[in-house]
């Protein structure tokens, strides 16, 4: 079951090892030379537990934050920054963030500005943690009411995958992460393309299917980690292909409220949207839209448009036009094609088009 890749992103080295089980705090020191007592390690309300696990006997200051995307703020990180203070921790201190992709992006954050850069691992304990977040080396947190709006990019050296602490990730949570690596296997344009696919259509939450979790965990880092070793820094188009599914998504997250529904939620049905672009504009076949569709409704995502919650389809297209990946003032948009996906920009999705999409004209494409 134990699986490990190393990547270079821009130059720095990060090893991502996914295992059975956590880390122990020898582990973790082992690997960056540390002193025990030069460690913070930071957590949220419901990941402390699976942090007292990795101290076992031992001892380390630990720092601990609320729960959740609303407590991804400055305030925050100031806590984690005051809690490195009081622990003392030096320039080669380290930063130990144990959580989903909350504790994950604002421990990276912290680190890297910490002193200048103090040393960071990631124990990453949430389905999106691990498929997405905690691989690639952004760091950030919400400020000015807009999602990530500060960050850096700081690659974790070591990152820890532990499979099993999977356990008590409530569904919800569980969902969004699968939506995360559905879009992977739709980017996928390796020879494994239909494998990924199939291992995908075998996947439930069931235990004893672990195996087949950690090919699919396995197989999302490997293409997050290759797409990011192309583009760490997303200066050009490649890594944008990560964001299939994101600006449809985002748009309904932002026009419905957010928190109505999770971000895998959005980005599925935004996958969905995709789709419909995609074979309006003659990029996506038919039969590619209809395989994916299908594996979206089988993990339970409303893929119908209007999406039954969307009341304002004025809206949904007002926060389209805001989307903040927007490049050059042009809407951008990722397709999935025959194999893998496009980048569409928005002169080719014309508001004519899309207007008929998200009213729900879908079906007659
Ligand atoms: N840096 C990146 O490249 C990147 C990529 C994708 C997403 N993100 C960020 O990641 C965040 C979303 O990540 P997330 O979905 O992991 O959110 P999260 O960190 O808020 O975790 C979701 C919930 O699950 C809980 N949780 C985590 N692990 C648990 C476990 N093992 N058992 C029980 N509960 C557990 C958390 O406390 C939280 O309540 C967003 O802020 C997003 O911006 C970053």
Redesign the pocket.
Same mark, same amino acid.
């Given at each position: 079951m134990n699986r490990e890749y190393t990547f270079s992103f821009g130059g720095n080295l990060s090893s991502v090892r996914i295992r059975k089980h956590i880390p122990s705090l020898d582990d973790i020191i082992s690997f960056y030379g540390s002193a025990p007592g030069n460690v913070l390690f930071v957590c949220?309300?419901?990941?402390r537990s699976?942090a007292r696990q990795i101290l076992g006997e031992k001892d380390a200051p630990l720092c601990e934050i609320q729960? $959740? %995307?609303a407590a *991804?703020n400055w305030a925050s990180v100031e806590t984690i920054l005051k809690a490195a203070k009081d622990a003392a921790l030096g320039r080669d201190g380290l930063f130990v963030g144990v959580?989903?992709? =909350? =504790?994950?992006?604002m421990t990276?954050f912290a680190a890297s500005i910490y002193m200048r850069g103090a040393g960071l691992c990631l124990v !990453?304990?949430? /389905? /999106?943690?691990m498929v997405? &977040? &905690? =691989?690639? $080396? *952004?760091?950030?947190f919400?400020l000015f009411g807009m *999602?990530?709006f500060a960050g850096t990019f700081y690659p974790a050296p070591l990152v820890y995958m532990p499979v099993s !602490?999977?356990?008590? /990730?409530?569904e919800r %949570?569980w969902k969004?992460?699968m939506a %995360?690596i559905i879009k992977t296997a739709t980017l996928d344009t390796s020879d494994e393309q239909e494998r990924f696919w199939s291992l995908l259509a075998a996947l439930s939450r069931d235990t004893a299917e672990q195996d087949i979790l950690v090919e699919c965990i396995a197989r999302s880092v490997q293409l997050k980690g290759r797409v990011v070793e192309a583009d760490p820094k997303e200066t050009g188009n490649f890594r944008a292909l990560l964001n299939l599914g994101h600006t449809f998504g985002h748009a309904l997250e932002s026009s419905i409220g957010l928190g109505q529904i999770t971000?895998g939620e959005a980005v599925a049905w935004g996958m969905a949207r995709s789709c419909d672009l995609g074979l309006a504009l003659g990029i996506t076949p038919q039969d590619r839209r209809e395989k994916i569709l299908a594996l979206l409704s089988a993990f339970g995502y409303e893929t119908k448009t209007p999406h039954p919650l969307m009341r304002d389809t004025e809206a949904f297209m007002q926060a389209l036009r805001n989307d903040k990946k927007k490049k050059a003032g042009s809407l951008r948009f990722i397709v999935p094609a025959r194999t893998g996906a496009v980048l569409v920009s928005g002169e080719q999705a014309e508001p004519r088009v899309l207007a008929r999409i998200i009213g729900g004209y879908s079906d007659c494409l």
């Open positions: 949220d309300t419901h990941t699976i729960s $959740g %995307e *991804k959580g989903g992709g =909350v =504790v994950s992006d990276g !990453s304990t949430s /389905l /999106l943690g997405d &977040a &905690a =691989v690639g $080396g *952004k760091t950030g919400d *999602k990530n !602490s999977l356990t008590s /990730l409530p %949570e969004s992460g %995360e971000h």
